[in-house]
């Protein structure tokens, strides 16, 4: 009926790492099935057989000509292209799904999800109207403003996205890549989603918890964050959560007031999942590490 959907693009190990321990926590906090879409010009095989361990189902596509080997596209990051992030469009064609969810892999699962897929689709966590940013309210798409501005910024965050899987939808999709690419569009797959669609609704923030304004949101709403977050996103470039474990950053934050509520939410992680999963996790990280 409903499903998770991790896309993968690229043979870089520590996304590997990173989608395995968010499938564990998705596993943990969800009945429905977890998706692994993978791109077939460049996913190592060994990927695919580690994450059939954690996944329900693993679906290849081929992205050649759409996003992968594109080379008129300036890309915002240096180490990957992010065109590929338009890449969710696949997650369209999965229509034995009454709707998806599209989850990156710099996620914390803090409570059961299930509930997500009580909202309306399409929806994304935006930033038009900060202050309903807790309601699943409806936005009209001026499609062309956002187009014309994709260059500089984005007004939604496209860590997740529900969706209802479509082909028409898959298609639309197909054509507007031309347009990202022709706009140079710095976060492609949200503006993707954006001029796909007419009208969109926000995801409320409890399920795109975007790590740098936790604080400035709790004491906005006057809500307990502990309580209140169902996903937090760890949105950096590259200091995720594995890294602030593992490179011992955790105790900087424990003692500053402004990161007070990532420190607990990353010591939860910590606890249930990195110190259980380490070992093996960092063994199969290992193995990928020579084949690449």
Known sequence: MYAFVIVHFGNKPKYLELEIYVSKMIRDHTKYDIVYLYSINDTPNYFVEVMKKYCTKTIPFNDKGITYDIKNFKSLY???NTLRTCDFLFAYQLTEYKKVC?????MIILQNIDDIFELKTPSVLTYYNVSKILDNY??????SKDLDECSKHSNINGGIMLIKPSLTKYNLCLKNIKKIIENNCIYPNETLLLISNKTIYNLPFKYNGVQFVLNKYSSMFKI????YLSILHMNAKEHKHINIIRDNWLNKLKYNNNKKLLYFFITLFKTKYFD???KNVSNIIGKSNSLV
Do not use: C, G, L, P
Request: net charge positive.
């Open 78 to 80: 240096q180490h990957f």
């Open 102 to 106: 599209v989850i990156e892999s710099d």
């Open 224 to 227: 307990d964050m502990k309580k």
């Open 138 to 143: 409806k936005i009209n798409i001026n499609i």
């Open 276 to 278: 259980k999963m380490n």
